[in-house]
């Protein structure tokens, strides 16, 4: 199961320094000129969980292998995307396939470092952004309509289904609100997914500041802030330039004293693998032996078939059953075998919902 984050914002916000970063490549070209990445640029990054190195080291596994995330650097919008401005259309196609958002934001003063619409202002990019991004998904659900209207004088059922969706959707973005915004049964959720809205995925703001503020951030971050809690969404701080200039130490220890000289506890790049792992509403769970441990990912809501399913598609066509046992468990116990004889070991069937940090092992048949 795959899932990704689209990194999106203005020309030269920092958005493929971030990507090179996050990746520890140089896949994406940053270079100062706006358009400089035409093509998507995707790379995956191992989430930071210490739980799976204390399972590896319980069961003294021979490998270790986090859970991913993708990252997909797209190329920078600007005021008129919607209607094909840049390459706009090209580029909001990309967005359209990303699970969730991470808005990247020139938070940082430097006369260097051209600026697409000449001065630096969080806020506005962020409005500029958004707004091109709404329009999309008004063209895109005004067409939809147009079409299922005719559909209705027929009587259609998917038509019937889905325009009180859509006229609500549509009247949250003419009202200058993302689809997010509207409130949607769990029957409705279904087919809200299925119009593939870009306002409807989560959005991380990221702000990016000069190395000296990465620590402490600045009037432009607060105002970010302010903004990302009235809405309901998150934000971070980070300095592209000392997330390249951590991906360029070879050693941890390199890398953690790098970040200690400027005031930092961790880089962040985890703060962003972080919260979009928490964005995209996910958990893990873990399978642990002497060969590998593993660390696994499955949506909040998962049960232990779909959580199988993860694993390989015969897990979860020929489940059995699932033997669990709690990461605390797990650690407080020394084990699998400590956990048995502590009877913290069982079996879950079907209808069990996956826990953060369960350790599983599955029995099927096919």
């Given at each position: 199961m795959g899932f990704n984050c689209g990194i999106v914002g203005l020309p030269n916000v920092g958005k493929s320094t971030l990507f090179n970063a996050l990746t520890a490549t140089a896949a994406a070209e940053a270079a100062n000129y706006p358009?400089?990445?035409?093509?998507?640029?995707?790379?995956?990054?191992?989430?930071?969980?210490?739980?799976?190195?204390?399972?590896?080291?319980?069961?003294?596994?021979?490998?270790?292998?986090?859970t991913q995330l993708e990252f997909v650097d797209i190329a920078g919008l600007v005021k008129g995307a919607s209607k094909g401005e840049g390459?706009?259309?090209q580029f909001l196609g990309h967005i359209r396939a990303t699970d969730a958002i991470i808005h990247v934001l020139r938070c940082f003063e430097d006369d260097d470092i051209t600026h697409v619409e000449g001065s630096v202002d969080p806020l506005r990019d962020l409005t500029?952004?958004?707004?091109?991004?709404?329009?999309a998904d008004l063209d895109s659900l005004e067409r939809?309509?147009?079409?299922?209207?005719?559909?209705?004088?027929?009587?259609?059922?998917?038509?019937?289904?889905?325009?009180?969706?859509?006229?609500?959707?549509?009247?949250?973005?003419?009202?200058?609100?993302?689809?997010?915004?509207?409130?949607?049964?769990?029957?409705?959720?279904?087919?809200?997914?299925?119009?593939?809205?870009?306002?409807?995925?989560?959005?991380?703001?990221v702000c990016n500041v000069a190395e000296s503020e990465a620590a402490?951030?600045?009037?432009?971050?607060?105002?970010?802030?302010?903004?990302?809690?009235?809405?309901?969404?998150?934000?971070?701080?980070?300095?592209?330039?000392?997330?390249?200039?951590?991906?360029?130490?070879?050693s941890p220890e390199e890398q953690q004293e790098y970040l200690e000289s400027l005031g930092l506890k961790e880089t962040g790049l985890k703060q962003v693998i972080k919260a979009g792992y928490q964005l995209l509403d996910l958990l893990t769970f873990f399978t642990v032996g002497p060969k590998e441990a593993r660390a696994w990912t499955v949506y909040q809501g998962a049960k232990a078939p779909q959580a199988a399913g993860a694993i390989h598609s015969d897990f979860e066509r020929g489940f059995i059953c699932a033997e669990t046992i709690g990461y605390d468990d797990y650690v407080?116990?020394?084990?699998?075998?400590?956990?048995?004889?502590?009877?913290?070991?069982?079996?879950?069937?079907?209808?069990?919902?996956?826990?953060?940090?369960?350790?599983?092992?599955?029995?099927?048949?096919?």
């Open positions: 358009f400089c990445t035409i093509e998507p640029n995707t790379g995956r990054v191992g989430v930071p969980d210490p739980r799976l190195l204390t399972v590896a080291r319980i069961a003294q596994s021979a490998k270790i292998i986090p390459l706009g259309n500029t952004i958004e707004t091109e991004l709404m329009l939809r309509a147009h079409s299922l209207e005719k559909k209705l004088k027929s009587n259609d059922a998917e038509a019937k289904a889905f325009m009180p969706i859509i006229q609500r959707v549509l009247a949250a973005l003419q009202a200058g609100k993302p689809a997010l915004s509207i409130d949607l049964t769990a029957d409705e959720m279904p087919l809200f997914r299925q119009l593939q809205l870009i306002t409807s995925k989560p959005i991380l703001y402490t951030g600045n009037h432009y971050t607060k105002l970010v802030f302010d903004y990302a809690q009235k809405q309901g969404a998150q934000a971070v701080i980070i300095s592209a330039a000392i997330e390249a200039e951590v991906s360029s130490l070879e407080s116990c020394n084990g699998e075998q400590g956990a048995k004889t502590a009877g913290k070991w069982r079996q879950e069937g079907r209808d069990y919902l996956v826990k953060d940090g369960d350790v599983f092992h599955f029995r099927f048949n096919v």
